[in-house]
């Protein structure tokens, strides 16, 4: 497999371990309270904790530091954006002064707290995200949501939907490689002219999938209906592992109150 691969498979969820164990609907529910946790946090300790206590988790799960990294790399970059926005637009109290010709910014003390204890939100948000989609398969989490009462309609399309990201994945690799050999990425204006091709040609072959993957689904007599229900049943080590996660919830709440 692939580094590229890696980053975007199932793979780590579907090892056996301690935490991909755990009932679905249980990480589920303690995911969105640490989100909101999170969330309503007035110091920057509890995402600090979150972040810290997800990352460390998925560490012990073997789980590379370079695909954490990878996964990691787009949600940090729009935190420290924001971090920088926050520094020289928030605040009252002068940090420092930067001059550039005859242009002056000014840093303001309030402007970095409130840019970490944003910054640690994303990153904590998104840490625990990560420890539910690599520490869970997708059609799992997919069948736990009908539990939730979600619509299945939204079910049934999330499930297409995930199913083939993955073959345009590949579709987009081909061409792109097909490109490579023609060296439609020797300078810049070619690559510029060869991603124009790409997308246009995505765009086709993904409207071309669709209506072939409808005429076949039809011919096998599907209508539109399908079963979809969540059959497990919550046993002694589920309500043990619900407690435990509670209980790390509750210690995240209290760490931002105490450090207030």
Not at 35 to 59: H, K, R
Not at 67 to 88: D, E, N
Not at 169 to 195: D, F, T
């Amino acid at each position: 497999m692939s580094h590229h691969d890696e980053v975007f498979s199932e793979l780590f969820a579907g090892r056996e371990n301690v935490v991909t164990e755990i009932e679905p609907r249980t990480k589920i529910i303690f995911v969105a309270i640490g989100l909101l946790i999170n969330l309503l946090s007035p110091t920057v300790y509890t995402p600090l904790a979150i972040a810290f206590v997800s990352l460390v988790t998925l560490l012990a799960l073997k789980i590379p530091p370079k695909i954490l990294l990878l996964r990691l790399a787009m949600p940090l970059v729009m935190a420290v954006v924001v971090l920088i926005t926050q520094i020289f637009f928030y605040g009252t109290t002068p940090l420092f002064i930067l001059s550039f010709g005859g242009l002056q910014l000014t840093g303001y003390q309030e402007g970095l707290a409130h840019g970490f204890l944003i910054m640690w939100r994303v990153l904590a948000g998104v840490s625990l995200i990560l420890l539910l989609t690599m520490s869970t398969p997708a059609h799992r989490l997919f069948l736990a949501a009908t539990w939730f009462r979600v619509p299945k309609i939204f079910i049934k399309l999330a499930l297409l939907i995930y199913r083939y990201i993955f073959v345009l994945m590949e579709e987009v690799e081909v061409m792109k490689n097909a490109q490579r050999v023609r060296l439609g990425y020797s300078n810049w204006s070619r690559s510029m002219k060869s991603l124009g091709v790409l997308g246009g040609s995505l765009l086709l072959r993904a409207y071309d999938r669709a209506e072939r993957v409808f005429a076949a689904m039809q011919v096998r007599g599907y209508t539109g209906d399908a079963t979809l229900s969540y059959q497990q049943e919550f046993g002694k080590r589920d309500y043990l592992t619900a407690s435990c996660l509670g209980l790390a919830l509750v210690i995240f709440y209290l760490v931002g109150q105490i450090q207030g």
